[in-house]
């Protein structure tokens, strides 16, 4: 039925799909940049392949070591960034990701550029959709509740936000930590599944490409986030033919210049993917049919 | 040994500045990170590498076409992708973003058409020969790069210090939108803001062709280096810029002197993460609190 090539793609989809929302939380809702989430998934990734392996600690141990290692992280970096206005914060995402990729390329200790191999295995598909099932549940309900609100409200205009009394500094801080954490259990998942780790597969590339799932997905959706990840992830599997690599990142580029010039909302806006949003939006289909009949209709 | 490296870091640090300072300027003005500002600088390291390879080999000819043709991108970039955006009065970040994809779309280009390539200058430039002072060796390209570049920041800052786009500037820099009801032509300050950056974009962009070849990476390579030397410095501010760029190429070649060259660009980023923890302002940085 489903052979492994393909059920692979879509565990690694899965697994891609937990940075995304993780970078969705931070960028589409809380209206933070970050350049370098692909060195929290590094994270993530060393810290629960280093217990694994030389810790013999049991895989579990491993992702939560990995998820809380790359949160840490991302709170110690934002910590003295948020607090400041201006791009710092961008500046200091960026140079995290490059900074933890080359600092791996050249630790002797976990293999430097020819990575870690034989880290643990044992991820499976239904192991990772049920992850991400469980992610997708909790986040939508993150975001409904008074600290998503909290969050939101400073994406739309921080200083009118201040103004109702939140703390921005700390809902900044919880995106950053709640973001970083799922980037770092992308990264353990993606480890474990992949048996091996390479710093290659955290370069900038990759998280120039995380941010811009969000943003064609648009700025304020989950199920945009979504959406776009399960079309764009497997994407370079389907495109393995000569330089179409290239050619998807000019695509990717120019989409990304063309949607924030033309849509800045993205594919959905801020609106969610939902049954009673196609029930409403097919109500208002045929209201708009029945409005234009009697002037179409001679 | 300590000399030579020291003209050597002397020189990387210059080509630093001419990057930094067209970023921090833009930055000061319309407070956002142009990161397009690596695609001036690509562009004009291959246009100086096809320049001096199958037209004319000659130094300051290519220094001049690399400067026209930086002006060109990098006025285009702005009238491409910014103008609408700012038209819009749109966030800032989504410019950043903007620039963004538009330095990914470029990057991958040039390898499509060109290949991913290093591509070196001429040997001809390569070999200009060397000084010898003392004991050290100190090649003549390093003291050309040192020289042109301190020129062109001294024209920049007799330019921003005494005609009256200068004054615009800096009273943009405080704020654009009261300057504009000052009855400055914002629009127009803004253009010439980047023509400026792009020309020292395109005089960084040779250099670097010089030093390093011309490949694609080049242009976001030299736009990290640039952000790390403006926090160093302190965002935002032009001195701030200058120092920090001159005293990141010393401290990058005396790393990868005596210590290790592959340890160089790891010293680098952890430099700036270390600067971000403990003292984000930078050397020369305003208190960036107020500054929304």
Not at chain 2, 35 to 41: L, W
């Amino acid at each position: 039925m489903i052979n492994s090539y393909w059920l692979g793609i879509m565990t690694q989809t899965g697994i891609y799909l937990l940075a995304v929302l993780g970078v969705c939380i931070l960028t589409g809702f809380t209206g933070l940049f970050s350049f370098g989430h692909a060195g929290f998934m590094a994270i993530g990734g060393y810290v629960s392949a280093i217990a694994v392996k030389y810790g013999d600690l049991p895989l579990v141990a491993g992702l939560l070591l990995g998820t809380a290692a790359a949160t840490l992280v991302g709170i110690a970096i934002g910590t003295p960034t948020l607090k400041l206005r201006g791009d710092y914060f961008l500046i200091a995402t960026l140079g995290i990701g490059e900074a933890i990729r080359m600092i791996l390329e050249n630790w002797t200790f976990v293999g430097g550029a020819k990575g870690l191999t034989d880290v643990g295995k044992g991820i499976s598909f239904p192991l990772v959709l049920l992850i991400d099932v469980v992610v997708i549940f909790m986040l939508a309900n993150f975001l409904r509740s008074k600290h998503g609100r909290n969050c939101i409200a400073i994406r739309e205009n921080e200083t009118a936000a201040r103004a109702m009394g939140i703390n921005i500094f700390r809902y900044k801080l919880l995106a950053m930590g709640i973001s970083c954490a799922l980037a770092g259990l992308a990264g353990a998942l993606l480890g474990h599944y992949m048996n091996y780790l390479q710093p290659t597969m955290f370069n900038s590339v990759k998280s120039n490409e995380l941010l811009i799932m969000v943003i064609m997905g648009g700025f304020g959706s989950l199920t945009g986030s979504i959406i776009s990840a399960l079309i764009l992830v497997p994407l370079p599997e389907v495109l393995r033919i000569g330089s179409a690599q290239e050619w998807r990142m000019v695509i990717y580029g120019l989409l990304v210049v063309l949607i924030i010039i033309f849509k800045p909302t993205g594919l959905m806006g801020y609106k969610e993917f939902s049954a009673k949003g196609i029930l409403a939006f097919f109500s208002r289909l045929k209201k708009n049919a029945f409005k234009r009949q009697p002037k179409g209709g001679e | 040994m300590f000399i030579q490296q020291l003209i050597n870091g002397l020189a990387i640090g210059s080509v630093y500045a001419l990057m930094t300072v067209g970023y921090s300027l833009i930055y000061s003005l319309m407070s956002f990170t142009n990161f397009a500002h690596g695609v001036v600088v690509t562009v004009c390291a291959y246009v100086g590498y096809f320049v001096l390879t199958f037209f004319i080999t000659n130094i300051p000819v290519g220094i001049l076409v690399a400067l026209v043709s930086g002006v060109a991108v990098s006025v285009l970039i702005e009238l491409s992708t910014y103008r609408p955006l700012l038209l819009r009065n749109a966030k800032r970040l989504y410019l950043c973003i903007a620039g963004l994809g538009l330095s990914i779309m470029v990057e991958n280009l040039i390898i499509i058409i060109l290949s991913g390539r290093f591509k070196s200058y001429p040997s001809e430039v390569l070999s200009l020969g060397n000084l010898t002072v003392g004991n050290a060796t100190i090649g003549i390209i390093d003291l050309v790069i040192l020289l042109v570049s301190v020129v062109a920041l001294v024209c920049l800052e007799v330019y921003i210090r005494t005609s009256k786009d200068g004054l615009a500037i800096r009273g943009a820099s405080f704020s654009l939108d009261h300057a504009s009801i000052m009855g400055i032509n914002t629009d127009g300050l803004m253009i010439k803001v980047f023509a400026i950056a792009g020309a020292l974009a395109g005089i960084a962009g040779f250099f670097c062709g010089i030093k390093y070849t011309a490949y694609p990476k080049l242009g976001s390579s030299l736009t990290n280096k640039a952000f790390i030397s403006a926090v160093l410095g302190g965002l935002g501010s032009l001195p701030g810029a200058i120092i920090g760029s001159f005293i990141l190429g010393i401290l990058e070649v005396l790393v990868s002197g005596y210590i290790s060259s592959t340890l160089r660009d790891v010293f680098s980023f952890s430099l700036l993460v270390v600067i971000l923890l403990v003292k984000p302002t930078g050397l020369l940085g305003k208190s960036s609190e107020d500054k929304a």
